[in-house]
């Protein structure tokens, strides 16, 4: 093998290593690189094209010429390079490709582009990423702060829906004008950290990004790569952290992308039982072929490396698991085995996090994966998948076909909410009321409340109080902080305006007050994957369909949670304690300031010696209507 390199650097090392599936730097030497040959600056492209024929670099700085550039082969890799000097940033290019098969012309963009055009438009932009970061108070810091101990409050935010400018509501906000705005935002609600749905360069808004075709591109739609860097820069400042979803399980079939790249199947799969998917009518990426576990890894630590983000949000992980997800018998190929798991995307996701956590171990992954696969988020070494969370779907889908009930049925169906109790520590959960609860119909989180308004506020803030007790990490959707009353657009702004109105105000109060609380009490997050810290009181009083149970901290600290999950007050209602003295009032859902009646227990109530579920103390409460409590022992 040659020792050269070509006018980006690609080397013999960094052949061996794409080849052999383990690159992760690749975006360092593919795609457009500014550099110096011969005395004059210029810039090196390259991409990987293995059956094509000839590739030319075509762009705004040759007329769109495909004979003015032509690239030249790197020795057998499939790879082809050019040198074009005097062009610089901002520079709009495409790849011109004759394809071995067929005679076969495309014009498409560069998959490690650093920036595209604006949609509609499909060019890739020459772009510079270099950017003065103020964060590193933040990045030496912010290891604890994604630990499996720690308070994790996430915030999911659509940036092109979560607020429009003003004056005109068509008119989407960039990330510097979402910057400052979205930090106070989310610090004011006491949010540990800003989840956005795909920024990745997408060429249909609808899909709401995850339909990526840009996988090193922040979409152009709100700004440029530095603009985006602002943003994360100064949710850093104001101590909130930043996780990014992801998407390497699909991507669309547009002409420009990845499909069908070189007049080849490049990066999915030839056969449409494995490389198309029916849900979302895109292309499945080929997890086998090394060249594209080398593309993804890269992807992956790209966006770790130089936008500074503290976690991934791998989505669709349960697709990329079954080789016969969402799809009928003869519509998949089994595995070598016979069996319906993809080894080939098992294998790459372990991958994925081995690399991503060796390169970024004060980070977190986190896995969107809907099914009981085993060991999602437990380590490799002991046959994990290696991620740090996983979303935990079953308590969302249980939770809300619960509180979606009419209370008088409530009774019947107790055990969809403690049924989790049973499998709660198997994994590092997250519990997440996601964009995906409040679209296609379903309606808003407060819409899809029973009863009248009154009651479908007292259940929301139920629903937020019992997702905060329950041991696991949090997610919430934008709008649903405050109530928004209509499902979510992409087309629109969250309805700020409602935040005028008593009951939303006291909506988003408590949500503010649940985060203060969950961060300031060990007892509600240090122990949230260790089954020691949380213990039912009473399970089984389904005649009141009342809830309650402590969740201990390690210094002992105990907090005891309560949940009325009927609109009728229970008056003189005993709960076990384990301790005595006076258990102060933490929070309390029907407190008028939230927009509740105002009932409750005067700021606490004694322990006395009345034995009662099991324990020799006991306090005797009133429990508010369709209400949450939290109380503390003040021994």
Same mark, same amino acid.
């Given at each position: ?137 933040? +990045?030496? *810091?912010?290891?604890? =702060? ?53 920024? +990745? ?50 991507? !669309? ?66 697709? +990329? ?12 190929? !089994? ?74 049925? =409530? ?34 989180? %407060? ?7 009154? &009651? ?21 959707? +934008?709008?649903?902080?405050?109530? &928004? ?43 949230? *994957? ?16 009342? %809830? *309650? ?37 933490? %929070? ?35 429990? !508010? ?11």
């Amino acid at each position: 093998m040659s020792t050269s390199t070509t006018p980006s650097g690609i080397g013999p090392v960094d052949l061996h290593l794409f080849n052999e599936g383990t690159h992760s730097r690749l975006h360092e030497r593919l795609g457009a690189h500014a550099v110096e040959q011969d005395g004059r600056t210029g810039t090196a492209f390259s991409v990987w094209a293995p059956n094509a024929e000839a590739v030319s670099v075509i762009g705004d700085f040759n007329g769109w010429d495909d004979g003015s550039h032509v690239m030249e082969p790197v020795e057998s890799s499939g790879i082809w390079t050019v040198f074009v000097p005097d062009v610089g940033p901002g520079a709009i290019y495409k790849f011109r490709i004759r394809s071995r098969e067929a005679g076969y012309r495309v014009e498409k963009a560069d998959p490690f582009a650093f920036r595209s055009e604006e949609p509609p438009r499909t060019g890739s932009v020459v772009a510079d990423l270099a950017y003065t970061w103020a964060d590193a108070e933040w +990045m030496a *810091s912010r290891g604890p =702060r994604v630990a499996l101990e720690a308070p994790i409050s996430i915030y999911e935010v659509h940036l092109g829906s979560w607020r429009r400018s003003p004056d005109d509501p068509d008119r989407v906000l960039g990330y510097r004008d979402l910057a400052p705005l979205l930090a106070d935002h989310a610090t004011r609600l006491g949010f540990t950290h800003v989840e956005l749905l795909p920024i +990745m360069e997408h060429p249909f808004y609808g899909s709401w990004g995850y339909q990526t075709t840009g996988y090193f591109a922040p979409t152009s739609r709100y700004g440029s790569p530095q603009d985006l860097k602002h943003l994360i820069d100064t949710l850093h400042q104001a101590g909130v952290g930043v996780i990014l979803d992801w998407v390497p399980s699909h991507f !669309p079939n547009d002409e420009h992308g990845l499909a069908y790249f070189d007049g080849t199947h490049l990066f999915e799969h030839s056969d449409p039982r494995q490389g198309f998917h029916p849900d979302w009518k895109s292309a499945v990426f080929n997890y086998g072929r090394n060249e594209v576990r080398s593309f993804l890894l890269s992807s992956a630590r790209f966006w770790y490396d130089e936008y500074h983000i503290d976690g991934l949000r791998v989505d669709a992980v349960a697709s +990329m698991l079954y080789l016969d997800y969402s799809r009928d018998e003869g519509e998949w190929i !089994p595995n070598r085995y016979g069996g319906r798991e993809n080894l080939e995307a098992i294998s790459f996701l372990r991958t994925l996090n081995e690399e991503l956590y060796a390169a970024q171990p004060d980070t977190q992954t986190f896995a969107e994966e809907s099914t009981a696969w085993p060991m999602v988020s437990r380590p490799t070494y002991l046959g994990g998948l290696g991620f740090g969370f996983k979303w935990d779907m079953g308590w969302m889908h249980d939770t809300l076909r619960y509180l979606q009930r009419d209370p008088i049925y =409530r009774g019947h169906h107790q055990d969809e909410l403690t049924f989790r109790a049973l499998y709660g520590f198997t994994e590092n959960y997250v519990l997440p009321l996601s964009h995906d609860e409040v679209v296609h119909g379903k309606g808003s989180l %407060l819409g899809r409340m029973p009863g009248d308004d009154w &009651q479908r506020f007292a259940n929301l803030r139920l629903l937020f109080g019992y997702q905060w007790a329950v041991p696991g990490k949090k997610l919430l959707f +934008m709008g649903g902080e405050f109530g &928004q009353r209509a499902e979510w657009s992409h087309e629109g702004s969250l309805d700020w305006h409602l935040r005028d109105y008593p009951t939303h105000a006291g909506v988003e109060r408590w949500v503010s007050d649940l985060n203060r609380v969950y961060r300031g009490h060990p007892a509600l997050h240090e122990r949230d *994957s260790d089954p020691a810290g949380f213990e039912w009181v009473d399970a089984r009083d389904h005649t009141s369909s009342v %809830l *309650s149970f402590l969740r201990r901290a390690r210094d002992g600290h105990d907090l005891l949670c309560i949940f009325n999950l009927t609109p009728v007050p229970r008056d003189n209602y005993r709960v076990g304690v384990p301790s005595k003295g006076r258990w102060r009032e933490l %929070l309390n859902s029907d407190a008028t300031e939230y927009g509740g009646s105002g009932m409750g227990n005067y700021g606490g109530a004694e322990a006395a010696p009345v034995p009662m579920h099991g324990r020799m103390r006991s306090l005797n409460l009133t429990l !508010p209507p369709l209400s949450c409590l939290v109380l503390e022992s003040e021994e």
